[in-house]
């Protein structure tokens, strides 16, 4: 057997260890296999009217913008055609996902002059990270995501030109996040005309089509999801939300560059080391081929804070910063190549790597048990929700909905999104308060409205308007918007 085919065993063989205690911790606490996150159900949905000819709609017939992660989508939707879409599809294409990102991060490495064990050591190490392990099993794109952007830095390694901008383009189909990479990537060698054509024909060509119909169904040139959640920045003020200058190039940049750091220390204690440390030895030992790449990882917060901002770098296990830890890895695999403990004796060398490997498996268990609470809370409220409208309401019902994934999956009813994610209309009422949610409600006349009571205490007082019928209480809430969630009748509407 060859060298490079043993690690390959080697790297799917460490994939076993957090996947299993992960797989263990949702069994002991959940008591059976979920989502940590209901925007996972959202996903299936969509693949699932996809897959059965529906469109891309979340309502049959209504198609709309409201996936930012259209790639992962569209891969749920392939799947679900042959094989039916089922939570079982959505973890097996996140492991298989995260194992190809680990093994493209392992030739990344060695092609950028990493020593064989040290490359083999970035791959095992980006397996036995929490986030990691939970985007494997999450049912969310952030594997997909870092499995493109280990290609594009693989490519690029090799100086795969086309390649490396075909893969970088994907990936912010994937995660928009990544579009960032693409400048970083095209700026890391001359920047001829050729150059510059391929970044910018490749990322037009994979993206002109989402813009194209955002502008058809959402109004504007990126989903709904994204209008309905973005809070400042260019992208807010393009949509006419104002703050502050101080909070949009100050306070939430700064905040955001915070989170980052620290989310990567919890991510694994030598992480940080990738940032400025790491990138100035990436100079040194890669030269701009790496250095100027590694910059996405200073620019991801800020441009996060600045272009479109939502929740920081560490929202939700890092979901929208996972597809940049294979860089991260390669980064700190190609300096430690070039150290002097690399060079040592036998012993230093192993003990550090033991050392390593070691932080790994203890910050994996507090991320397990996270992962395993996550699934139970969406269990226990959604999902239970989603099955007993099923079983309690007629068929032609229509729901208010400010949770759209599990209730639309396993109802199959007819949702209207007060938050704005799949019903892009409802964002003007939004902006005006609880009292621009009442008049939609009132316009367009659901039959139930389940909502978390606290998100809208206001309209949740209005018993002229709302009936309670059922409601869910978590009693240890980790991931919900909040711990209740009530089913209302509405008992009276304008029309």
Known sequence: MSPARRDDLLVVAAALAPLALFLLRERQIAGAVGFPLDDSWIHLHFARNLAEGAGFAYNPGRPVAGSTAPLWTLLLAAGAAVLGPSLALAKALGV?????????????????????????LAAVGLLWTGPMAWGALS??????????????????????LVWSAAWAALAALARPEAVLLVPC?????????????????????????????SLWTAGAPYPATAAAKVEGGLLGWLGGLREPLAVTLLARPWRFLAEW??????????????????????WG????????????????????????PYRG??????RYSIHLLPLAFVILAVVAGASRWARA??????????AYLGAAAVALAPAATRYGWAVQNINAMQVHLGRWLDAHVTPRARLAVNDIGAIAYFSRREVLDLMGLVTPEVIPYRRRGEGGVVEYLLETCPDHVVIFPAWFPGLAARADLLEPVYRVRLARNEVAGAAEMVVYRLRRCAV
């Open 139 to 160: 049912g969310m794109e952030v594997t997909l995501a870092a499995l493109l952007v280990a290609a594009a830095l693989l490519a690029h390694a090799r100086d795969r």
């Open 313 to 318: 770098p560490a929202f939700q296990e890092g």
């Open 285 to 308: 030992r890669g030269g701009r081929a790496l250095g100027a790449v590694g910059l996405v990882l200073l620019v991801h917060p800020l441009g996060m804070a600045l272009l479109a």
């Open 96 to 120: 298989a996902a995260a194992l190809g990102a680990a093994l493209l991060t392992r030739r990344a490495a060695a092609a950028f002059g990493a020593p064989a064990p040290l490359a083999l």
């Open 185 to 213: 990537l095209a700026l890391a060698r001359p920047l001829g005309a050729r150059r510059l054509a391929a970044f910018g024909a490749l990322t037009a060509a994979a993206l002109l089509p989402m813009v194209l119909f």
């Open 261 to 282: 750091v620290g989310w990567l220390a919890r991510t694994h204690g030598v992480l940080p080391l990738a940032l400025v440390p790491g990138l100035v030895l990436a």
């Open 345 to 354: 004796g036998r012993w230093l060398p192993a003990l550090a790597v033991a």
